[in-house]
């Protein structure tokens, strides 16, 4: 019974986006050139309405401190953007995991099925887009402390300014997945968020106020060349950290653990199947992220609405403190306790949510083996069964989902601790997105190359 409402739910869903305006594939396909062209105008834009400021709501003291918030959501305080991709990254996450979760069955290897999920996940990112908005400002959080009360108009207005970025966000994305552009808005727009973070560490600077970054400190600042700089400006440290974590990902995400194969109908060809050493990719972080990052939503909710002295806000901002990730030797230093339960409560959601997303995603022995029968491989010396090929790849896949879970929280732990430019979950996130887009451009040049492949593909 639950099943089936949920289905109508989906169904629902993906009803609506039918009746919305929608983003039509392209044909004949664009050139890579042009796509580069159009995703490149797509994150100017991001960058002009992330520097807009919202009408009707009182000038903002906006930080430029890169925040978990901001990294995961891509997000900019009082401005257009300020909602950022949390709307999509949101409602993707829950469909996903009812999806794998076999809430809802629906099979996304069928084009009608994913078409439904598409749909679905397009208007629930608007409801979210609206209901967050509504939040934001029905809380009063841009008019808290400044002794001025909005109109319902004006009220109504900033919802709609920020529906409409978040809205015009979520078309941005299916214009890029469509295949005008190359990749997603939402990778696109997170890489756009950590490139700018690490860049402005380094040089940014506020004239008349304070050298910010670290060139201009080094400059500026003699004291700069310490270690550590107090404030969580940016810092040696820091920088050293930056390089050396971009170092280490690029290297691990390009490891692979090999498993020999067979070909039985070309008289036992043998060949190799790469599995990633980091198996999970980003994805156990990136949940983590997901999750302290609308913990800390729902905390400037909670003091939109309750106030920063209500005793149920103090209680759960005091809960989130010691989850949070610290900036920095100095902040690390300064609560050991902090720092403690911030890095096993890491590792540890990181461990169950890497082990989730490998049944959830497909990626477990079971589901691998049925790929590799149905393919018509076989490992040499185990029947070709998906029993015995699931025995043997569980040797591989569980072990490597757990190491990799593992490592790459204990990256973005010391990341943060050492006080890492873009925060620790911002660069693991960035490497992978570079990786995937490099892959993305060898791909597309391959076929522009080769027009068989596209044809083989049936992608013509």
């Known amino acids: 019974m639950v099943l089936e409402a949920m289905v109508d739910f989906i169904g629902v869903l993906a009803g609506i986006a039918e009746r919305l305006p929608s983003v039509s594939k392209p044909?004949?396909?664009?050139?890579?050139?042009?796509?580069?062209?159009?995703?490149?105008?797509?994150?100017?834009?991001?960058?002009?309405?992330?520097?807009?400021?919202l009408y009707g709501i009182p000038e903002q003291d906006v930080t430029t401190e890169f925040t978990l918030l901001r990294i995961i959501f891509a997000s900019s305080a009082g401005?257009?953007?300020?909602?950022?991709?949390?709307?999509?990254?949101?409602?993707?996450?829950?469909?996903?995991?009812?999806?794998?979760?076999?809430?809802?069955?629906?099979?996304?290897t069928k084009p009608d099925d994913r078409r439904k999920f598409t749909g679905a996940q397009k208007t629930l990112s608007i409801l979210f887009a609206?209901?967050?908005?509504s939040a934001f400002v029905l809380g009063k959080r841009y008019w808290i402390g400044t002794g001025e009360t909005p109109t319902y108009t004006i009220m109504a207005i900033v919802i709609l300014q920020l529906t409409f970025g978040a809205v015009l966000v979520i078309y941005f994305d299916e214009l890029i997945q469509k295949g005008w552009g190359i990749g997603s808005a939402v990778s696109l727009f997170i890489l756009a968020g950590v490139a700018q973070g690490v860049i402005w560490s380094f040089l940014g600077y506020i004239p008349g106020i304070v050298a910010y970054g670290l060139i201009p400190a080094l400059?500026?600042?003699?004291?700069?060349?310490?270690?550590?700089?107090?404030?969580?400006?940016?810092?040696?440290?820091?920088?050293?950290?930056?390089?050396?974590?971009?170092l280490l990902l690029a290297y691990l995400q390009a490891m692979r653990v090999e498993i020999p194969v067979a070909s039985p109908r070309f008289r036992g060809i043998r060949s190799r199947i790469p599995l990633q050493f980091i198996y999970v990719t980003n994805i156990p972080i990136l949940l983590v992220g997901i999750l302290v990052a609308n913990l800390q939503l729902v905390q400037g909710i909670l003091r939109d609405f309750l106030g920063p002295t209500h005793n149920v806000y103090q209680l759960y901002s005091t809960a989130l403190y010691y989850i949070t990730p610290p900036r920095g030797i100095i902040e690390t230093s300064l609560d050991p306790l902090r720092?403690?339960?911030?890095?096993?409560?890491?590792?540890?959601?990181?461990?169950?949510?890497?082990?989730?997303?490998?049944?959830?995603?497909?990626?477990?022995?079971?589901?691998?083996?049925?790929?590799?029968?149905k393919s018509g491989l076989e490992?040499?010396?185990f029947r070709r069964s998906p029993k015995s090929v699931e025995v043997e790849l569980s040797q591989y896949i569980y072990p490597l989902a757990l190491l990799s879970s593992?490592?790459?929280?204990?990256?973005?732990?010391?990341?943060?601790?050492?006080?890492?430019?873009?925060?620790?979950?911002?660069?693991?996130?960035?490497?992978?997105?570079?990786?995937?887009?490099?892959?993305?451009?060898?791909?597309?040049r391959a076929?522009?190359?080769?027009?068989?492949?596209?044809?083989i593909l049936g992608e013509e």
Do not use: C, H
């Not at 076929?447 to 044809?455: G, N, S, T, W």
């Open 27 to 53: 044909a004949p396909r664009p050139t890579l050139y042009r796509r580069l062209m159009l995703t490149g105008i797509v994150l100017v834009i991001y960058f002009i309405m992330a520097n807009i400021p």
């Open 79 to 108: 401005s257009l953007m300020e909602l950022g991709i949390g709307p999509i990254v949101t409602a993707g996450l829950i469909l996903q995991v009812l999806v794998g979760a076999k809430i809802v069955r629906i099979d996304l």
């Open 130 to 133: 609206f209901l967050e908005a």
């Open 219 to 246: 400059i500026i600042e003699r004291s700069a060349i310490l270690l550590a700089r107090p404030n969580a400006f940016p810092d040696i440290t820091g920088a050293l950290a930056t390089i050396s974590m971009i």
């Open 339 to 373: 720092t403690l339960t911030f890095a096993i409560s890491w590792t540890i959601m990181a461990i169950v949510f890497g082990l989730l997303w490998v049944e959830i995603a497909g990626l477990n022995p079971r589901e691998q083996a049925e790929k590799l029968v």
């Open 379 to 381: 490992i040499p010396g």
């Open 406 to 444: 593992i490592l790459v929280a204990v990256i973005v732990i010391v990341a943060d601790i050492l006080g890492a430019y873009g925060t620790g979950t911002g660069l693991l996130l960035a490497v992978g997105i570079v990786n995937q887009y490099y892959a993305l451009i060898l791909r597309e």
């Open 447 to 455: 076929l522009e190359a080769y027009p068989l492949i596209k044809r």
